[in-house]
């Protein structure tokens, strides 16, 4: 099953995740301290919380999750083959999970990444390339990829 990734900016972890867990009815499916992700059913949604107090109220990313790398390198082709640019990451350490992704930005700059969970991890964040136009790396889900 895919689904739809939502990484949010908030203030203070606790309270949001107090918001959001009575917005979809749910328990988050991991916390870390400044972190916490939900896998909700209905509507199918990752939705991820990142304490970052300066951009507390804005997009972090968004994301597609997919179950296989195989679906990753079809939708890395399938981009490419489309002429947008795209960084392709594999093994890497990110929102405390080991992912393979593909990151590709939209005309305004949002990032968007589609990936799978490989499995779990104790690192919050490794140091990635930014998708587009940009030569300096970036730290993952730490605010704007771009």
């Known amino acids: 099953m895919s689904r739809v990734q939502l990484a949010l900016n908030v203030s203070d972890v606790d309270a949001a995740v107090d918001f ?9 499916a991991k916390r870390r301290p400044g972190y916490a992700n939900f896998a909700i059913a209905n509507p199918p949604l990752k939705l991820v919380l990142i ?4 951009a507390a109220g804005s997009l ?11 679906e990753v390198t079809t939708a890395t082709n399938r981009l490419k083959a489309l002429e947008l640019l795209t960084v392709s ?7 405390y999970a080991l992912q393979n992704k593909v ?3 939209d005309p305004d700059g949002a990032p968007w990444e589609i990936y ?3 499995a779990d991890s104790t690192a919050q964040r490794a ?20």
Request: aromatic share 6%.
């Open 20 to 28: 959001y867990s009575k917005l979809f009815q749910a328990e988050p």
């Open 51 to 54: 304490e970052n107090a300066q």
């Open 60 to 70: 972090n990313h968004l994301g597609v999750e997919v179950e296989t790398t195989s």
């Open 89 to 95: 990451e594999n093994q890497v350490d990110c929102c």
């Open 103 to 105: 990151w590709v930005e």
């Open 116 to 118: 799978t969970v490989l």
């Open 127 to 146: 140091i990635q390339p930014t998708p587009v136009n940009v030569q300096e790396p970036k730290a993952c889900c730490s605010g704007r990829i771009a």
